[in-house]
C-alpha cells in the first residue's frame, strides 16, 4: 500500500517568506510525527499528533513555527519568515496508534533557505 | 534529558570483515530502533528491540539490547558493499511521553570492496 508522502520534495526560499510542507501520512494512522534533520542538530524531534490534537509543541524550535492536522489525515508544518538555521530536511511520519512500535518515515522535503 | 550516543560516528571497512556499532543511552527505556538511511533517502527501519536481552538477526546485521547497561549494538557479519549507509539508532523515553524518538548523530558505514 502507499506509504507516508510528503510534498514538495524539495524547496527553496528566500530569507523571510513564509513556506508551508506537507505530509500525507498512512491510511488509517492516527499517529503524525515531524522531525527535522540537519548536518548541526541531526534528528531532532518537533511534534507529533495525535488525531487532529497536538499536546506537546515543546520541540518546535521557536514561534515561527507552527503545525496543524485536519481531518486526523493531511498535515501542514509552516515556517513564518523562514531563517537560514531553517534550513534542514523535514521529515514526517506515522504510526497506526500513538503508542504503536513502528513509525513511517515519508522521504522528506529538502528545505533550503537563501 | 534522554541522551543517545552512537559509536562510531565514521566507519570504513572492507568487504568480508565484522564490525560492531555501539548505541548507549542516558535513562531508561523499553525501546529501541534501528534504522538505515542511504543517501538522499528517508529512514528505513531495521530493527525494534523490545526487552532487555532481544536479539533479532536480518541477513547480516544483528541488533542486541541491554536495558540494564543501557547498551544496544548492531552487528554486521562479512560486510558488503551494499550495507554501506548511515545506520541510527533511536530510543522512546519510557517516562510519560513515550512515543517520541530520540536519534542518536549517525554511523556511516562505507564498506570498501
Known amino acids: 500500500g502507499a506509504g507516508v508522502s510528503q510534498s514538495p520534495s524539495n524547496k527553496v526560499t528566500e530569507k523571510g517568506k513564509d513556506v508551508e510542507l506537507r505530509c500525507d501520512p498512512i491510511s488509517g494512522h492516527t499517529a503524525l510525527y515531524w522531525y527535522r534533520q540537519s548536518l548541526g542538530q541531526g534528528l531532532e524531534f518537533l511534534i507529533y499528533f495525535q488525531g487532529n490534537s497536538a499536546p506537546d509543541k515543546s520541540g518546535l524550535p521557536s514561534d515561527r513555527f507552527s503545525a496543524e492536522r485536519t481531518g486526523g489525515s493531511v498535515s501542514t508544518l509552516t515556517i513564518q519568515r523562514t531563517q537560514q538555521e531553517d534550513s534542514a530536511v523535514y521529515l514526517c511520519a506515522s504510526s497506526l496508534l500513538l503508542d504503536s512500535y513502528e513509525q513511517y518515515f515519508g522521504p522528506g522535503t529538502r528545505l533550503t533557505v537563501t | 534529558e534522554l541522551k543517545v550516543e552512537q559509536n562510531p560516528l565514521f566507519l570504513s571497512m572492507q568487504e568480508g570483515k565484522n564490525y560492531t556499532i555501539y548505541c548507549n543511552y542516558s535513562?531508561?527505556?523499553?525501546?529501541l530502533y534501528w534504522y538505515r538511511q542511504d543517501p538522499g533517502k528517508s529512514l528505513e527501519s531495521l530493527f525494534v528491540?523490545?526487552?532487555?536481552?532481544a536479539v533479532k538477526q536480518e541477513g547480516r546485521l544483528m541488533a542486541s539490547l541491554d536495558t540494564k547497561a543501557r547498551l544496544s549494538t548492531l552487528h554486521i557479519t562479512a560486510a558488503v558493499h551494499d550495507l554501506s549507509a548511515t545506520y541510527f539508532c533511536a530510543v522512546v523515553n519510557s517516562g510519560g511521553s513515550n512515543y517520541k524518538l530520540t536519534f542518536g548523530k549517525g554511523t556511516l558505514l562505507t564498506v570498501n570492496p
Open positions: 528491540l523490545l526487552s532487555n536481552g
Open positions: 535513562t531508561t527505556s523499553d525501546r
